[in-house]
Structures are given as C-alpha cells and as structure tokens.
C-alpha cells in the first residue's frame, strides 16, 4: 500500500506568529488535529502544531493562550514523505522519530497527511474487504 493510498488530504497553515487561541480556533473550524507552521517571511515550512502539544505544552502549564505564539510549541522540523512510498516505510519514520503523523510531498510540495490512526484505519479496511491475513 502506498503513501498516497491512505493519505488525508485537507491540510492547512498557520503563521508561526499566530497565538495559540487563533491555531485552537482554526484546529476547531476545519475539524483537524494539526497545523502546518510557516515563517512569517518565508515559504517554507517551519514546523507543526497539534492538539496534544496544545494541551500537554500550553494549556496544562496555565500559558496564556492569547499570547503564546504558535512557534514557542511548535515542533520542528516536519517529517516529510513522498507520496508514492510504501506506508511501512512511513511507519518506520514515525516509529524512529517518536511522531503521530507525517506530511505527504510530492516534489517540493505538502500534499497530504497521515497519522498512525489513518494507518490503523486503512489496515482494518483493508482486512475487513478479506484483503489482510488474520
């Protein structure tokens, strides 16, 4: 199974400058668990926020999510794969780099996500179509 085969691709930015109250509120509307993070004045990713770094580094410790920026939590760097990859590869990646998710690229552009859930998800799709061994 390839990358791109379980991918999710609704992605979305947020400026490292943000405060944390504006990526809560954005993480809510569009219904997601992470944000990409970019420089104020660059095009490159700078890292990633998600929800657990929102709750375990800000709001656990009582920051002021008003005025706590986006990159005082953010890690760094975003771990990228290529779209065509196997997704054991992937797995290897998040397993030796200790993360819940990876970016999906396709040459120099972000184009997906996936996380271990979309992982779990695909295998028990597929083992349910009789696809998978027991």
Request: aromatic content about 6%; proline content about 1%.
């Amino acid at each position: 199974m390839k990358v791109e085969d379980i991918m999710i691709k609704k992605i979305e930015f947020v400026n490292e400058d943000a405060s944390l109250y504006d990526a809560i509120e954005k993480m809510i509307d569009k219904r997601l668990r992470s944000l990409l993070v970019k420089p104020r004045n660059a095009a490159d990713v700078y890292g990633v926020v998600t929800a657990r770094d929102i709750v375990f580094k800000a709001i656990s410790r009582n920051l002021d999510l008003n005025n706590t920026k986006v990159s005082e939590i953010a890690n760094k760097p975003v771990v990228c794969v290529n779209k065509a990859m196997d997704v054991e590869h992937a797995v290897n990646l998040m397993r030796n780099f200790n993360i819940a998710r990876v970016f999906v690229c396709d040459g120099m552009d972000i184009v997906g996500i996936i996380s271990l859930l979309d992982v779990m998800n695909a295998h028990l799709i597929k083992r349910a179509r009789g696809n998978y061994g027991a």
